[in-house]
């Protein structure tokens, strides 16, 4: 088990030097030596493509107005994203990417626990991480602005400081998913919708009966950007199973049907939030705030907390309340 870990920890410190980070920053532009290389390091700070000549003053004149057209707003990720979608040496990150030494859970699922590893007890103290990228599959189908990805985010928990019962990993939920994604720049309310996606998707954690559990869904997102916030709300519909093959019939009642994604940068840290709610009136919903801040140039420390339904697969129906504290290596959108 330890080995596993430890290939998780080696496959984070080999993204070093290969994975498209969410933004640049303004020490990691400055510290390029190339000259046209550091100009676009710039420019995608910006939001801009290279080379324009986009003015950042108003059509009236004034400084500091908002003269982005919607044809010029182009924001950073997505910038990125195109660049490097046909570089086979490049990982492109999907969602956050982290991993959390030490977490700390005061509401346990003991009795999904007991099922596994009877006899033991669980500990509330876990390892935590998350490994999520995307590929482009088919790049400009209809148009130069519709996109098929393919996507796999992997999220783990590990008993790693519970040797009574060989630091197990308790809970692993695998999410493959394809996406058809539309860039476009319309302007809502003074935001930038920059991106709007459907998804396929499917969850599972791999288990047998009586712990597998597993959903598919078709979701709609769509990703809202104004100056240094991002907003993303997406919303979905469970594909009916047959009820014999179901493990897990009311997860709607938990899981809700949406959810809205925030996240706040700044050029040294970020604040994000994530909010789900079944808008029934048993009123079962989740919250999960993040905060990153510098600890070196390649990583972020990370203080995640998550309270509510639905963390991971195993524990849908059961409320959680964790902290932790790690490092992440690229932050979602």
Known sequence: MHRQ??????????????CVAS????????????DQA????YDALAGRLPGTLESAEAVDGKPGSDSETEAD?????????????????VIIPYERNYLLPITYNSHINEQAW?????GTGMDKAEVKFQLSMKAIIWQDILGHDLDLWGAYTQTSWMQAYNTDASSPFRETD??????????NSWKVLGFHNTRVNIHFNHESNGQSEPLSRSWNRAILSGLFERRNFSLE??????????SKDDDNPDIDDYMGNGQLQGLWKWPRYTLGFTLRNNLQKDNKGAIQLDWTFPISQRFSGYVQYFNGYGESLIDYNESTNRIGIGVSLTDPF
Not at 38 to 41: A, D, E, I, V, Y
Not at 175 to 182: F, R, V, Y
């Open 233 to 242: 709300a997406s919303a979905w519909y469970r594909i009916p199973e047959r």
């Open 114 to 118: 007991e099922i596994a590893h009877p």
């Open 23 to 34: 933004a640049p920053t303004l020490a990691a532009c400055a510290a390029l030596d190339d």
């Open 5 to 18: 870990l430890l290939g998780a920890i080696a496959l984070f410190a080999c993204w070093t030097g290969h």
């Open 38 to 41: 550091r100009l676009g390091c």
């Open 174 to 183: 695998y999410m493959p998913e394809l996406i058809l994604s539309i860039a």
């Open 73 to 89: 707003y182009i924001p950073p990720r997505l910038y990125q994203e195109e660049a490097h979608a046909t570089n086979r040496f």
